[in-house]
């Protein structure tokens, strides 16, 4: 058995990024409570690998951070990243990037399936790593990344951006404030119809093709673990194919389109997730937090804006004759957390994925330069990712209940 299917975890050594510095170590700082950054005493040097999602960072806008280089195996992607970043200095890939001792970090956008290996390959040359989503394939990646972490003492973050999405950051509030009362269940959806248009390139299969959903679960998980930091423990799945020609003989051997999730928590609660890539449906990356006083449903794509629900004191009969509840409805004006002092005053704009880019981009090099660890940790990726792959392997198998390993630091 695995040390992570195991639980038995060592405790992360870490590296002071700034050993002659004056920086101070400090907590990590939750979405809901992070202010402007100070000014460090030298600039994080990160290097930018994958000029796709990649260009999508605000790492030259951040004022402790430059980017000293950029790399990509596509010649149009890598002049993109020049552009965007205004760096003249580049790499044919990733690997020869690592070498350069000048930079401090690697920002690894390269295709899914390489992520662990680079963050990987990263860390073993002294750089610290944010890496996209997914974090790693399999739980053998997982416990790599564990191990490496543990031996190079480097700082790693997951670029999950449900953790900084506008409506993630006041779900957190409300629970920090105890708003809920009892934050018993919630659903979480990400509906993306059409991603067979990424399935192949010139008529080459790309690694999207056939990707099982729940392996790319991440959007979904954090809405839940990052808001209250249950951990997801057991899991039963559905998946639904129509035999497409499009989903055959794919590298992951997946039938499915989409899949379904019923997840429970280590507080025994109910977690219910969707990942579809297939349907009539609106397409939404969307949430909703069901509390015994009050609940938090963010907007829908069809047409249904942010909405509170509180527990009301007055009673109305139903259509049978029986009393029950009547609860009071509130139209939430959604704040837009990137114009606050959340973020440093260059990076208060609006940016991809509900906000949440300029917030990844902050946490990443604040977290380096205040050496502590970040709010999307190692420890959180593992507890975003586990529960989609043990969920895929339920789907396989007809709907089976499965355990999920789960992983917490020594501290906690």
């Not at 729940?214 to 799945?237: D, I, K, N, W």
């Not at 928590?265 to 109910?270: E, I, L, Q």
């Not at 989609?388 to 499965?402: F, N, P, T, V, Y």
Request: net charge neutral; glycine share 6%; with cysteine.
């Amino acid at each position: 058995m695995s040390e992570l299917q195991n639980n038995k975890y060592p405790s992360l050594s870490r590296r002071s990024f700034l050993r002659n510095s004056s920086a101070l170590a400090a907590a990590p700082l939750l979405a809901s409570q992070a202010q402007t950054v100070d000014s460090a005493p030298r600039k994080v040097r990160i290097g930018v690998a994958g000029g796709r999602f990649g260009n999508q960072f605000q790492w030259h806008e951040h004022p402790d951070c430059v980017v000293a280089a950029v790399s990509d195996l596509r010649p149009d992607r890598l002049e993109h990243l020049m552009k965007t970043y205004k760096c003249q200095k580049t790499y044919p890939c990733l690997e020869e990037m690592v070498k350069d001792k000048n930079l401090d970090a690697i920002a690894v956008y390269t295709p899914l399936p390489d992520h662990a290996r680079h963050a990987v390959l990263a860390m073993n040359h002294g750089k610290h790593v944010i890496s996209a989503v997914a974090p790693f394939y399999t739980l053998d990646e997982a416990e790599l990344m564990l191990e490496t972490i543990k031996k190079t003492g480097q700082t790693y973050m997951l670029s999950e951006t449900s953790y900084f999405q506008q409506h993630t950051i006041s779900a957190r509030k409300f629970y920090q404030q105890k708003k809920y009362g009892d934050l018993y269940y919630c659903e979480s959806e990400y509906q993306h119809d059409g991603l067979d248009s990424l399935f192949f390139e010139d008529g080459k299969a790309t690694w999207r093709h056939g990707l099982p959903p729940m392996q790319y679960p991440t959007h979904c998980t954090a809405h839940l673990v990052s808001v209250t930091g249950e951990r997801l423990t057991e899991v039963a799945c559905h998946g639904w194919g129509d035999d497409d020609p499009m989903l055959k003989n794919n590298p992951y051997n997946n039938p499915f389109w989409n899949e379904s999730a019923m997840f429970k928590t280590d507080r025994g609660n109910a977690f219910r997730v969707n990942v579809w890539w297939k349907g009539a449906h609106r397409g939404c990356e969307r949430a909703q937090w069901i509390g015994s006083k009050m609940s938090f449903y963010c907007d829908h794509p069809n047409g249904i804006a942010a909405t509170i629900i509180r527990r009301g004191k007055q009673t109305e009969k139903d259509d049978a004759g029986f009393v029950r509840n009547l609860p009071n409805h509130e139209k939430y004006d959604q704040p837009q957390w990137w114009k606050t002092d959340m973020l440093p005053e260059p990076m208060r704009h609006n940016s991809g994925h509900h906000g949440s880019h300029t917030f990844l981009t902050n946490e990443f090099i604040d977290a380096i330069t205040h050496d502590r660890k970040p709010a999307i940790d190692i420890y959180e990726a593992i507890a975003y990712m586990a529960p989609g792959i043990m969920a895929h392997q339920s789907a396989l198998k007809g709907g089976e209940l499965l355990k999920i390993p789960t992983y917490d630091p020594p501290n906690k």
